[in-house]
């Protein structure tokens, strides 16, 4: 009875979830009334959420929740994760149901586009990486369901086992490098997971005696079901779709490696005597604990703690205060990266000194 009531707390105490949800809400409700309404979501996301966390963070009340006891395993926690699966894919029907009428220039379309890869990559390759997390193998295979619509599987491969491996390196190319802008780590970064994600898996391929060219190669697959996926929005919602769903991905990606860019910026570990890189510690992630971009992204802004043990499930990540932290959430983050002059006066001083120095001598 005692352990019930406790689940039951926690469970209560962790409603506020559900909020992860109001983003693609927010994008449902912009693709019925159509028009200008179809900028709720990115308001919402780059403005609203940005304005709230500032206000929250003026009566110090973003610092709510930043150490939490252990969580019981509780059913609802991983529901509210593939619930995400339906609502992503069913937002980006009706999207592609209602565009079929309007203009490819057509504020619907353009705005349209914006809409669908915010909730791709909020409630899709966010939630994605949690599942793909997961040592249960239902769960990684609902996670790569997920990557479906950013077409982009292959960040299963390269997250799992080249990300977490050699984050805060050289070798990573989704650590951005001191003093790198936006612009150009989008190219590096979607250029460097992808061929990091073939030779991962000529590697496991090699390590079983496999051939790269066999049914074996999960890369062969990847690019099978995404082709598969196109040619479906094609024969389905016509040239128009398809041009929208290729957008729409894009669009996701670049929004996605944002997230990767402001997560370990500068971030770097010593390389040891015997050539081998420090184990990975809190030091090597920004962590940010302003509340409402936490509650909607599941936690991932508690990024330090996701590394320090990559299967923690959301719901028990901790806010590490020793870690570099992020002044901002991440929405708005998000936005000062695009203005690389301002990103690096308020950034570069908060990079730790000796990494300031590694950066300095690389």
Known sequence: MKNLKLSNRFLLSDLKYFMAYSIPLSAIMGIYMQGFWLLITPVYIYILIPVVEQLLTLFKLNKIDTQRDKKSTHWLFDVMLYLNIPLVFLILIYALINIKNHDFFSVEFIAGILTVGLVIVSNGINVAHELCHRTKTFEKYFGKFLLIPSLYMHFYLEHNFGHHLNVATPDDPVTAKFNQPIYSFWIS??????????????????????????????????????FVYLLVVLILFSFKGFIFAISAAIFSILMFECVNYIEHYGLLRKKLSSG??????????????????????????????????????????????????????????????????????????RVPKDMYELSINN
Not at 208 to 217: E, G, R
Not at 295 to 321: A, C, P
Request: positive net charge; hydrophobic residues 40%.
């Open 189 to 226: 970064a979607m250029k460097g997971e992808f061929f990091s994600a073939i030779e991962i898996q000529k590697k496991r391929l090699k390590e079983n005696n496999i051939s790269f060219f066999s049914l074996y190669n999960d890369m062969f697959w990847y690019a099978i079901i995404q």
């Open 276 to 349: 081998r890189y420090e184990r990975v510690t809190d030091n090597h992630s920004w962590n940010s604990n302003h509340i409402l971009g936490r509650i909607v992204l599941y936690e991932l802004t508690r990024h330090s703690d996701h590394h320090r043990v990559s299967v923690t499930k959301f719901q028990n990540l901790k806010s590490i205060d020793k870690s570099p932290q992020l002044p901002f959430g991440y929405p708005t983050s998000i936005l000062l990266t695009f203005i690389p002059v301002l990103w690096f006066k308020l950034m570069n001083p």
